[in-house]
């Protein structure tokens, strides 16, 4: 007879608290996970914008492993991996969302002055 598996299709990704993380991190976060469906949850995650690709570890042979962040990644992230020595991507600039914000001085300012009511009899 063969023996049914328990189906774990509506578990949820535990993301990493720490400013930046690798494959292999998330896979100690999430032991329950098979690889596959926790780098397919991190694809799908990347395309709603939840997490963003921020560079590359080296770390000797092989592939480098690629770092991510939970977005809105900020600009202190960004330098925090750059002092572990981790490659950042080419438009890692773009992805800190930085918001101008301009004072304008030239505006008259306005003074209100409380009508009296007007009876009509």
Do not use: C, H
């Amino acid at each position: 007879m063969k023996q049914m598996r328990k189906n774990r299709t509506n578990q949820s990704v535990v993301w990493p608290s720490n400013s930046y993380f690798t494959i292999a991190e998330l896979q100690n976060l999430n032991p329950k996970f098979v690889n596959i469906t926790l780098r397919v949850r991190l694809a799908n995650a990347i395309e709603d914008g939840k997490i963003a690709e921020i560079g590359a570890a080296t770390g000797g042979k092989g592939r480098p492993q690629k770092v991510f962040a939970v977005t809105p990644v900020t600009q202190i992230i960004l330098n925090k991996a750059k002092s572990k020595s981790i490659n950042l991507v080419d438009n890692a600039d773009k992805l800190v969302n930085v918001v101008s914000v301009t004072t304008i001085s030239n505006i008259p300012s306005v003074v209100s002055t409380p009508k009296s009511p007007v009876f009509v009899s």
